[in-house]
């Protein structure tokens, strides 16, 4: 393949954002294109910061990994612009930038993510690769004995749910290879059923694992504040609750120039076009596609750089965005591979496995840029080894769906 040959006079393709989607977009579009296409990666991040794998960092089981962006963008005969789009100017074709530039394009592609919000004062908002250092204060305290209760909550308007799930799970495994029993864990949810995105099968699977390592959940439950030693919820009333732990909301950036719905997401057509304006696309998280997960940007990004590789020549047929929805969750045991496409919005078919459903096992099933980052990497991008755990008993408080609840006890199991 050509790398860093391109015409004179190609078409210009600005891409803002150096995300998933600004670097699927980037790949699939070197790769469909060639050499038909000038393009140019604007980016106020120096990294590319691997984030899935930020759950496992507080247990010492991973890290983010991260990535020299401006390697990744000139290694595929690109330029790297370190500056962020503020405003776009349509009819002129100009992008703005923090930095004052004009940068003039013949397609722009806006994948510059969304803005992570606190969802609910007092709890323990999950950043992320920043979040890791407070949440092993956490794990500090439940191993010393002084928080007894803690609740994982999924706040409306979180995006992805997976890592709430994940964290629960490997918080009971860490405290079962510490031997400190008595914590009692709680998933409190505004989902029906556990990861109920996935479908059927997936959620069953998820919500067996749950029970069997004594996590409760309470589903269809809305957080309205953290008061004193409880999490107040709707409609079921209050849960004992020593610590919060939630993820955060997100909201759109707000671009000017853009057109953008009422929380700042950008309305896109099938193949990425962004409604009312011409030669501009979207893809990820700014757009309104309600699941905000970098499997699901990367097929945004490719359906996008189709369009422009068909634009500029190429003997592309541009396919439209059907999401399919890969997550590979970790247990601190076997990972679990889940997979549900999800056209219809929730998930119409629905698998769970505990071996990979596609290739590379990611946390990211882009079709560019996993195979990509995971010949970078290599390893470093596997799910983490097991933690090692005796079985230990714990005393739970079993809430079903609905806020009904259940007393008993439960083992997180030895593997």
């Known amino acids: 393949m050509p790398n860093g040959i391109e015409h004179a006079g190609s078409p210009r393709v600005v891409i803002a ?65 370190p500056d962020a789009l503020v405003a776009v100017d349509p009819d002129r074709h100009v992008a703005l930038t923090r930095d004052g530039r004009e940068i003039a394009y013949d397609s722009l592609v806006v994948a510059c993510g969304a803005v992570s919000v606190e969802a609910l004062p007092g709890a323990l908002t999950f950043w992320g690769p920043p979040g890791g250092a407070e949440f092993r204060d956490l794990l500090r305290e439940l191993e010393s004995g002084g928080t007894r209760d803690v609740v994982f909550v999924l ?23 510490r031997r400190v029993a008595g914590v009692g ?23 067996g694992l749950l029970a069997e390592r004594g996590i409760a959940v309470c589903t269809s439950s809305y957080p309205v504040r953290v008061d004193e030693g409880a999490l107040e919820i709707v409609p079921s009333g209050r849960l004992p609750a020593d610590r919060v732990v939630s993820m955060p909301r997100l909201t759109g950036r707000r671009i000017a120039g853009v057109p953008h719905d009422g929380e700042g997401f950008i309305p896109t057509d099938e193949h990425g076009r962004v409604e009312g304006l011409d030669d501009v696309y979207a893809a990820g998280d700014a757009t309104t596609v309600p699941v905000k997960q970098g ?26 965005f059907r999401p399919v929805l890969r997550g590979l969750m970790l247990t601190g045991r076997e990972p679990a591979f889940l997979r549900a496409e999800i056209s219809g919005g929730r998930g119409e078919t629905s698998e769970a496995a505990p071996h990979a459903l596609w290739w590379p096992p990611g946390k990211i099933a882009g079709k560019y840029l996993a195979p990509h980052l995971a010949a970078l990497a290599k390893a470093e991008l596997q799910p983490p080894p097991p933690l090692e755990a005796d079985s230990v008993s714990v005393e739970v408080e079993l809430r079903a769906r609905g806020g009904t609840q259940a007393h008993g006890s439960a083992s997180a199991p030895a593997g």
Not at 299 to 320: C, F, T, Y
Request: glycine share 8%; net charge neutral; no cysteine.
């Open 295 to 320: 499997g699901i940007a990367a097929q945004q990004a490719d359906a996008v750089a189709e369009s422009l590789a068909a634009r500029a020549g190429a003997p592309v047929d541009p396919k439209p």
């Open 185 to 207: 864990v709680t998933i409190a949810t505004h989902e029906a059923a556990p990861l109920e995105l996935f479908g059927a099968r997936a959620s069953e699977t998820v919500a």
């Open 17 to 81: 954002g150096g995300g998933v989607a600004g670097l699927e977009t980037l790949l699939a579009a070197r790769h469909l294109a060639q050499e038909r296409l000038r393009i140019e990666l604007l980016s106020p991040q120096r990294d590319f910061v691997y984030r899935p794998l930020a759950v496992a960092e507080p247990f010492g089981l991973g890290r983010a990994h991260r990535f020299d962006l401006a390697h990744l963008v000139a290694e595929r005969g690109a330029r790297y612009v």
């Open 155 to 177: 706040p409306p308007g979180a995006g992805w749910p997976l890592p709430l799930y994940e964290l629960a799970l490997l918080t009971r495994l860490h405290l079962a290879s």
